[in-house]
């Protein structure tokens, strides 16, 4: 069955109060999300809080959900709205920004079993570029699904991709050469 | 580096497994049962925009009835097929823009700032190949009558246009508020273009149009506010 319009039944259903569901979309969706905030966020506690926080502002707004639209992108603009609330606070209280330039000058040591960490290897690039990199990337989003999640056009999408490809290209190899493609993205 | 090894790289690094403590998991899921209920879904967004612009249309209409419709009386054929038109796509677009905004995760057609944008300098292309008459007697006293008019009925267009999206969620309330004030600007010129019968170009151009903006910056302030309430 396609993950997608899995996902989708399982929205319906926990729209009809299904707690099953609800538990199912819990269990497979805190993962990416998790992961998501990691990636914006150092600290493995700000994660669990975004992701606590997330899942009882989806539970509140559930029904702002459609049948047959796109689930992913629905659940990542509201992670979205979260995290970029949460990142406002934080930076008005903790001097959030500062932080953050510390965090991207960390290089990028491997992650459990020789894999890159993707945290660290992502840290570098500017916070829109990120999380479109890792929508398409981890949580395997179309553009079509990033620009709806992100409230922007999918021009603006593969833009921020090719930067963040430009980006990411110079801190591997440390030669700025652009090769003016964004790798394998779904384009629908 | 060729952007096939940044892409398996990056499949490498995305593969690594992500545990989160299932004690969270159960915690997230135990607090959403307590709660958990069958909802009504939102209808689709295409009987929220048509219910928006039917809104924006009502309010336009019900104040030029109560005001009297002297602009439209006199207004020539030509000059109504250019006017009432364009003032509709502008309509239709806003309240499509103000839907999506209400809804997470929708595909945005237009930008909310490009809209006002947009929608200002269509109004003032039409205006300005319409409307001749340059003199400006009683620019400013006809004008902020006008402007106070049309935003007098911009007001209760937002407002009914809450109670029509209120069951929605604004991921970014200041862009809600933007469109919203767009279109409840829009309906206000509506209403302007029924009633309002001083052609004078200045005046239209200037204080028929002002609603918009004014509209649409009242509406990103409560949006702005919204969101500070909402933290």
């Given at each position: 069955?396609?993950?997608n319009s899995?996902?989708?039944?399982?929205?319906?259903?926990?729209?009809?109060?299904?707690?099953?569901?609800?538990?199912?979309?819990?269990?497979r969706?805190?993962?990416?999300?998790?992961r998501?905030?990691?990636?914006?966020?150092?600290s493995?506690g700000?994660?669990?809080?975004?992701?606590?926080?997330?899942?009882?502002?989806?539970?509140?707004?559930?029904h702002?959900?459609?049948?047959?639209?796109?689930?992913?992108?629905?659940?990542?603009?509201?992670?979205?709205?979260?995290?970029?609330?949460?990142?406002?606070?934080?930076?008005?209280?903790?001097?959030?920004?500062?932080?953050?330039?510390?965090?991207?000058?960390a290089q990028?040591?491997?992650?459990?079993?020789?894999?890159?960490?993707?945290?660290?290897?992502l840290?570098?690039l500017?916070?829109?570029?990120r999380?479109?990199?890792?929508?398409?990337k981890?949580?395997?989003?179309s553009?079509?699904e990033?620009?709806?999640?992100?409230?922007?056009?999918?021009?603006s999408v593969k833009?921020?991709?090719h930067?963040?490809?430009?980006?990411?290209?110079?801190?591997?190899?440390g030669?700025?050469?652009?090769?003016?493609?964004?790798?394998?993205?779904r384009?629908? | 580096?060729?952007?096939?090894?940044?892409?398996?790289?990056?499949?490498?690094?995305?593969q690594?497994?992500?545990?989160?403590?299932?004690?969270?998991?159960?915690?997230?899921?135990?607090?959403?049962?307590?709660s958990?209920?069958?909802?009504?879904?939102?209808?689709?967004?295409?009987?929220l925009t048509s219910?928006?612009?039917?809104?924006?249309?009502a309010?336009?209409?019900?104040g030029?009835?109560r005001?009297?419709?002297?602009?439209?009386?006199?207004?020539?054929g030509?000059?109504?097929?250019?006017?009432?038109?364009?003032?509709?796509?502008?309509?239709?677009?806003?309240?499509?823009?103000?839907?999506?905004?209400?809804?997470?995760?929708?595909?945005?057609?237009?930008?909310?700032?490009?809209?006002?944008?947009?929608?200002?300098?269509a109004?003032?292309?039409?205006?300005?190949?319409?409307?001749?008459?340059?003199?400006?007697?009683?620019f400013?006293?006809?004008?902020?009558?006008?402007?106070t008019?049309?935003l007098?009925?911009?007001?209760?267009?937002?407002?009914?246009?809450?109670?029509?999206?209120?069951?929605?969620?604004?991921v970014?309330?200041v862009?809600?508020?933007?469109?919203?004030?767009?279109l409840a600007?829009?309906?206000?010129?509506?209403?302007l273009?029924?009633?309002?019968?001083?052609?004078?170009?200045?005046?239209?151009?200037?204080?028929?149009?002002?609603?918009?903006?004014?509209s649409?910056?009242?509406?990103?302030v409560?949006?702005w506010?919204?969101?500070?309430?909402?933290r």
């Amino acid at each position: 069955m396609d993950p997608n319009s899995d996902l989708e039944m399982l929205m319906a259903r926990y729209q009809q109060g299904d707690f099953s569901a609800a538990t199912a979309l819990i269990y497979r969706l805190s993962p990416q999300l998790h992961r998501f905030f990691a990636v914006q966020f150092a600290s493995r506690g700000d994660a669990d809080d975004l992701l606590q926080e997330t899942w009882l502002r989806i539970h509140q707004v559930r029904h702002t959900y459609r049948a047959g639209e796109p689930v992913l992108p629905w659940f990542y603009a509201i992670a979205r709205h979260i995290r970029v609330d949460h990142y406002r606070k934080a930076s008005r209280t903790r001097g959030r920004e500062e932080r953050l330039e510390d965090v991207h000058e960390a290089q990028a040591p491997p992650g459990p079993g020789g894999a890159p960490n993707l945290e660290a290897l992502l840290a570098p690039l500017p916070e829109s570029q990120r999380e479109v990199i890792e929508m398409l990337k981890v949580a395997g989003m179309s553009l079509e699904e990033v620009a709806r999640a992100t409230s922007s056009s999918v021009g603006s999408v593969k833009q921020k991709a090719h930067r963040a490809y430009e980006r990411l290209r110079e801190q591997l190899s440390g030669v700025g050469l652009s090769e003016g493609r964004t790798g394998d993205v779904r384009e629908g | 580096m060729k952007d096939k090894e940044i892409d398996e790289i990056l499949r490498q690094a995305a593969q690594a497994p992500r545990s989160v403590d299932p004690a969270l998991l159960d915690r997230v899921a135990g607090s959403l049962a307590r709660s958990l209920r069958p909802v009504r879904p939102l209808p689709p967004a295409w009987v929220l925009t048509s219910g928006l612009a039917l809104i924006c249309v009502a309010v336009a209409l019900a104040g030029a009835a109560r005001l009297g419709f002297y602009g439209i009386q006199k207004l020539s054929g030509g000059e109504r097929a250019l006017i009432f038109p364009t003032l509709g796509v502008l309509i239709w677009l806003g309240a499509a823009a103000a839907t999506g905004e209400m809804i997470p995760g929708s595909r945005r057609r237009i930008a909310p700032a490009t809209l006002l944008g947009a929608g200002c300098l269509a109004l003032l292309a039409v205006f300005g190949v319409l409307f001749h008459d340059y003199r400006t007697g009683q620019f400013v006293s006809q004008g902020v009558k006008c402007l106070t008019a049309g935003l007098l009925h911009a007001a209760p267009a937002a407002l009914v246009s809450w109670l029509l999206l209120r069951r929605g969620f604004a991921v970014n309330p200041v862009a809600a508020g933007l469109v919203a004030g767009t279109l409840a600007g829009l309906a206000g010129v509506t209403m302007l273009e029924l009633h309002c019968a001083n052609f004078e170009a200045p005046h239209v151009m200037l204080w028929h149009i002002a609603v918009i903006p004014v509209s649409a910056a009242a509406g990103a302030v409560l949006g702005w506010a919204a969101r500070v309430c909402r933290r």
